[in-house]
């Protein structure tokens, strides 16, 4: 069932192109969601809950948005909800020129100590949240030829992290499928697009952090090297970029005629890449794990 909350929206939609959100209520769902407003789309912001739309509702009111951006319920786990809200955009707007594959969280731990549930939940929420996503409403955008795709992957997407497996895989999962989707979908005029942010501040660091500090044990063979995975994330998440960088970076996307595949965003994604491409692997990983042991040895009592 589709929870709406927008009492000014207008009827009919005027011709505006229709952009489509998920995990709008914080981070980047949010401010993206704030752009492509700007940009003059109709803006369907889908949130797991309702009653955290307040943030944004209070942005766009400020910004003079407010008629142009519908709060829907949506958790991307639930497949009968995605067909709905898919059903009722198809059936309100008969249109849908963009869909931002936004949500998302990050478990993290290392490999032998998280439970196969929490894998589950993590591929669940960031990968097989996306392809339900995206099934939905590519038979409107195959059939109307015309559309553009955009997956929030991450640097992740495009390397491994010690301490952020469950993480990676489900990045990796998202890059592979949207390379795919790419090829499928370029003949019918579709362009799927991966934006992958290195670090920026927003919520889903202190989220992931709090799951990380869950699985702390001194009796654990992984505390010192998790401890300095943590330490050395605080120390990013504090250096991290302004997530309106990658707002901006959407907007600029959605009115790009051909976009390219990929989008690294953010100081630490290009280094790595750099790194990962023109490095031997050998040298590579020695660089991270001897600055995860720099970590380690300062987390030392
Ligand atoms: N921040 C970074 O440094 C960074 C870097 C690279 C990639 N990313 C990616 O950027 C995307 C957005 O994250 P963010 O950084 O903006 O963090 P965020 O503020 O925590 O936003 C994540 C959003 O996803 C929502 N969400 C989580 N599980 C959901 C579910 N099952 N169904 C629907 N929505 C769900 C969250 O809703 P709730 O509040 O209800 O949980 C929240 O609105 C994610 O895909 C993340 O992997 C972030």
Do not use: F
């Given at each position: 069932m589709v929870q709406r909350r927008d009492e000014r929206l207008e009827s009919g939609n005027g011709g505006r192109p229709v952009a489509f959100i998920t995990g709008a209520s914080s981070g980047f769902g949010l401010l993206i969601a704030l752009e492509l407003a700007r940009k003059g789309y109709r803006v369907i912001a889908a949130m797991r809950?309702?009653?955290?739309?307040g943030l944004l509702t209070l942005r766009a009111r400020e910004g003079g948005l407010e008629g142009l951006i519908e709060c829907l319920t949506l958790d991307v786990t639930d497949r009968q909800a995605i067909q709905d809200a898919a059903n009722y955009v198809i059936g309100t707007y008969e249109r849908v020129d963009v869909l931002v594959n936004n949500a998302g969280m990050a478990i993290g731990g290392c490999i032998e100590e998280i439970p196969m549930d929490d894998w589950e939940k993590q591929m669940e929420v960031n990968f097989f949240g996306v392809v339900a996503m995206t099934r939905a409403f590519l038979p409107l955008m195959r059939e109307q030829r015309h559309g553009k795709i955009i997956m929030i992957s991450s640097i992740s997407g495009r390397m491994g992290f010690p301490g952020y497996g469950p993480y990676a895989a489900s990045k990796f999962a998202v890059e592979g499928f949207s390379e795919s989707l790419r090829l499928e979908m370029l003949p019918f005029g579709v362009h799927v697009v991966l934006v992958e942010p290195g670090?920026?501040?927003?919520?889903i660091w202190s989220k992931g952090f709090r799951h990380m500090d869950s699985r702390q044990s001194e009796r654990s063979p992984y505390s010192r090297f998790l401890a300095a995975v943590l330490r050395y994330s605080h120390h990013t998440a504090q250096n991290a970029d302004d997530p309106q960088d990658v707002a901006r970076a959407v907007g600029r996307i959605v009115l790009s005629q051909y976009p390219r595949l990929r989008y690294p965003l953010g100081k630490g994604a290009a280094l790595t890449i750099l790194g990962k491409t023109m490095l031997p692997w050998k040298w590579f990983e020695r660089i991270l794990l001897r600055e995860l042991e720099k970590e380690a040895g300062r987390t030392e009592p």
């Open positions: 809950d309702i009653s955290n739309s670090a920026y501040r927003t919520d």
